[in-house]
Each structure stands twice: as structure tokens, then as C-alpha cells.
């Protein structure tokens, strides 16, 4: 019996539902050098606020096999999927004759590679990120052209950081030099946003029917699930599986962090799906950058961990001062432990986020395989509050463009840019400058 060929742009729908399917072999081209090209590449941005603890961030020596530091310790299973690179800078962070305003600058800058203008106002400007770039050239092929996620919102307006408006602080996407993108927190409103669809009206029905009746929604589509499954080879069958089991799983993640986060201390009702528990939001929202990648809906995504200048408490893991004011150690090492701990913690949800692309198969590799994620902040050292020497780091294959398991130590203040430009070109999407660029890291 001949098995099916499917369109990858196949849906399941249902009532107000449309569910993507992840890339099955029964998608793949006949020819096997078209089959090589199936697969997509996907890029995402990841960000942590307030700089890192540099002494315990930085590998001792350069090249192939470098010892982890004590910070990259939770990515020890992960080598040979990621890669260090040292010596970069942003030098647009810089005051350069505005005056304080570091960590505005350091989130405004960190995609763009642009000077952001002083202002508490709304004459606020930038430059175009390099996210956006990606997506004006892969959007085309997919339903969203980008996904912004963050663990918190931010205002658009006001002053937030020493004349600096708000907006800079929370928003690292920038459509043009005017328009920043803001980002969603809330893990339901994302979840609808990638599996809600059909006529007007149809997504509230059938979204207050689901929440009404507790149902899934699987429960909407399981007819031409059933079909499907019947269908298709074995081996798309443990997919479909498994995919669907990973749907059902973050959906039940959002319900229960509904029900048990209802209202807050003061009485003020918090929004339906955002968890109470720091670690168990972030590791929600990098679920469903998974299941946006996997099922093709963008191949463009930003995650920022917390907003930059963030004075979040660890008390969880027994740090109950706030990041932004122990960042500033002054050399204590009591200080400095902390925040080994909390760098530690971020990157643990890094690994976490890593791993999950890697368990899932897609065609003769994974999706970390066919990702490019790199992971780092606008301030090198809280302390020093620099803009040189950032901590950054590159993870995924890109399909094969990309050449990981290396520290790489680039020439002092060579700009961040470079490294994106590097970037862009392993997606196919060449731009002459980003920024303050002055040439193109090869990143292969």
C-alpha cells in the first residue's frame, strides 16, 4: 500500500481550531537532494538581564574541547551543540555623551547595534533588529513571521531607566527605528495565538467551550487525527504521538498555573496561564517556542528571561535580594555567589529549552540541528556595567551551516553585529550592515 504524500502546510481543523502538524517523512520531497532541503532553519534570540558573573562565565582556554566554567555546567550534555564566542561588544550601549541609562541601552541595542535616543517621551528611536530582518525574509513562508515571548511585559511608555522611556527596557525586537515589537508573557494567550483559528467568531466559541467542558484542544481535531494516523507509516504515526502527547502537556501546564494563580496576595487577579513559579513560566514559554518551531508556524522567535535592569528575587533557590541590586557585588564575594547562582539558574533553563529542540526528530536530524539559538545580555560584567566582553553564546546547527563545540576569543570590541550578519547569511538572508557592523563573522 502506497502511503500518502502530504503537504507540509497541512492542518487538522476543528471547531475555531486549526492544529499545524510537525514535519513528517510523508512531507518530505521524493528526490533526495530535495529532501535535504525539507527541513527548515529556525533562529532565536535569547536574553538575560544585568550582565554575568564574567570570571565564572568564561572558558579557560579557546579552541575545540575547552573545559566548562562553573556557569556552563548544565550544558554539559548539550557539547558539541554550542559554541562560546568571546570579545564581542556593542559599542551603540556605550552613553557615548548621554549620560546613564545602561541597561535601556543595553536591551534597545542588543539586536539593533543602534544608539537608542534619550527620551521619556514618545519620539523614542532605534534601529531595525536583526530578528526582524530574519522574519521579513522567512515570514513569508510561514503563518507568523515572528513570536516574541518574555516572563514580563514592561509599559510602552514613561521613564524607566534615567530619562530613558520604558520601552527600551522591555522590548528587544524592533520593526523599524520607531516601532519596537512588543513581547507576550502570558503563556495562554500564546498557545491560542499558534492553535486558534477558522471563521470570525469560531476561536471565542470554541475557546469557551473547551475552558467550560475541560476539554482539549485535541479534543476539536481528533476525528482527522484519527484519519491522519490511519494513513501514514509507522514511523509518523510515534510522531504524531509524541507531538500531540507534548500539545497536551503544555496545555494542561496552562491550565493548572490558572487555576492556582487566580489572585495574587494583594487581591488583583493575575492574567489566565502565567505561572507562579519563575522556572516553571520560563520552561512554558520555551515549550512553545518548540512547538511554534516544530510545527512550522514561525522560524523566528526572541525570548527575553526577564526585562533588562530586572531587581527579580531568587528566594526560591535562597536569594532573596534582588538581581539588579546584588549584580552591583562591589567585589563581595558573598555578593558575587549569588549571582553565580542565579547565572547558574539561567542557564539551566537554557540546557532545559536545548534539550527539548533536541529530542525531537526531524527528518535525518532534530530541531536543535535545524536551529541556530544564541544566548546572552547587553552588559558584559553588572558590576562594571561594560558594553565589551559580552557573554555570548551559539547553540544549534542551522542545519549544518554552522560549526559549534569551539571558544572563539574575536579581536577586542568587535561588534555583536558582526556575529549576526554571520548569522543572517546562514538562513539565506544577506544584509550589507547591521548597525554599528563592520564586516561579517563566518560562522561556519
Sequence with gaps: MSLPVLSRRTVLRGLGTSLALPLLDCMRPVSAAAAGAAAPVRMAFLYVPNGVHMQDWTPATTGGDFPLSCILEPLSDLRGKFSIHTGLAHDKAKANGDG???????????????????TAGADIRAGVSVDQLAAHHLGKRT???????????????GSCDSGYSCVYSANIAWRNETQSVPKESNPRLIFERLFAGGRPGESAEARARREQHELSILDFVQDEAKALERRVGGADRRKLDEYFSAVREVERRIEAAASAASETALGMARPEGIPDSYQDHIRLLGDLLVLSFQTDATRVSTFVFANEGSNRSYAFMGVPEGHHDLSHHGNDPGKQDKIRRINYFHVEQLAYLLRRLDAVQEGDGTLL???????GSGIGDGNRHNHNDLPILLAGGAGGAVKQGVH???PTDTPLTNLFLGMLDAVGCHA?????????????
Design 432 to 444: 550589507e550592515r547591521l548597525g554599528d557592523s563592520t564586516g561579517r563573522i563566518n560562522i561556519g
Design 143 to 157: 503563518r507568523f513571521p515572528s513570536l516574541e515571548i518574555g516572563t514580563e511585559g514592561g509599559g510602552q511608555s
Design 408 to 410: 572563539v576569543v574575536h
Design 369 to 375: 540541528d535545524h536551529s541556530m539559538l544564541l544566548y
Design 100 to 118: 546613564p541609562g545602561d541597561h535601556a541601552r543595553a536591551l534597545a541595542t542588543f539586536l539593533t547595534g543602534t544608539q537608542a535616543r534619550k
